[in-house]
């Protein structure tokens, strides 16, 4: 339950975000949304596992959910605040 529960909130902040970007006709958008596309796609294929929603497997699943948000975070959101930096 925990896991669902923070990947629908993972994809409701991805949704916000994009609208974010979407607003400020940001320039790498469309690279952007597959980058959390392609991060959707492999937490959905983490929770194919279901020894995941065991709690001996928890620490895993949100160990590789810390990395992939992470590098996100330091890659590609960080654009976002450079490209606002540029047009204010
Ligand atoms: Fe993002």
């Known amino acids: 339950m925990f896991v669902k529960n923070f990947l ?4 409701l902040h991805f ?11 940001y ?5 952007h949304k597959e980058v ?8 959905a294929d983490l929770m194919k ?10 620490d895993y699943f949100i160990n590789s959910i ?3 948000l992470l590098k996100h975070i330091d890659e590609e ?8 930096k540029t047009i204010t």
């Open 8 to 11: 629908n909130k993972m994809k």
């Open 15 to 25: 949704i916000h975000e994009e609208e974010f970007m979407q607003s400020i006709n």
């Open 27 to 31: 320039t790498y958008i469309n690279y």
């Open 36 to 43: 959390h596309e392609t991060i959707l796609y492999k937490l």
């Open 49 to 58: 596992d279901k020894n995941l929603l065991n709690n001996l497997r928890q």
């Open 66 to 68: 810390r990395q992939y």
């Open 77 to 84: 959101d960080r654009q976002i605040g450079i490209f606002l």
